[in-house]
């Protein structure tokens, strides 16, 4: 009987999943497959990846999703022709398989993974993986580094917040977000500006749990189509009585 019930509790006893994340180290993965507040995602293939013209990335070449290429140019020309912006704004990181995110995120002294993750998302939970994903510069710093507060408050990340959406891309991290990953102004995916855009159901799909349970800010809203309601039919009138002047029988 005793074994009995130690087999139920055991069946029974909830079990934390854990991720392996580097030699000697995971963490704990939430109900909805959250490490350290981040989801999971996997690798772009590599023949859906194309290369950024130089021009408009700095540090290493910034490689993305091809489906995402024409919507990541007419951004920067937007921006290129804002007095504003002036082309400040630059691709600084963009797609990184989980391999080079798990050198990333392992490499260095710091002493734990949950310190590590506040500013990097660990290998197999990074939006940057799909492809989808990439971080804007503004260039020339100015003596601005990249930190939140102060690049957000750039002109160029400003027109970022205000234009980005038109041309199907979202700030994952907003400040305060629930999902408990630190604000990344610089930080935005792409999900088409509209869901029949080119390849946008794929990048959608992608998305479609940290959209569901932690909205971006801003975020590409769904296409609301308005119809013009049609003028309302005349009340029926009754006709002035008549004023023939026939006779009456
Ligand atoms: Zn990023």
Known sequence: ???RI???VL??????A??????GQSAAISADGR???HLPYGDAPESELVTLPSEYSVGNPCVVRADMLPDLLRLFAAAQGDPSVMGQLRALSC???????RSVFCRGEISSAADRAISVAPPGYSE?????????AVRPANGCPDAEACMAATPAARWLRLNAPRFGFEQSFPGGNKQHVKWEPWHWRWVGASGNARGAAKARFVF???RRLYPADPGVVPLVVKFSAPPPLPTPVAPPPSRSKKKRR
């Open 208 to 210: 479609a749990r940290a």
């Open 35 to 37: 490490a350290f507040g």
């Open 18 to 23: 854990e991720a392996q994340l580097c030699e």
């Open 6 to 8: 130690v087999a139920l």
């Open 128 to 136: 940057h993986s799909t492809g989808y994903a990439l971080d804007f």
């Open 95 to 101: 797609q990184r398989s989980i391999a080079r995110q």
């Open 1 to 3: 009987m005793l074994h």
């Open 11 to 16: 069946v029974l006893a909830p079990t934390v």
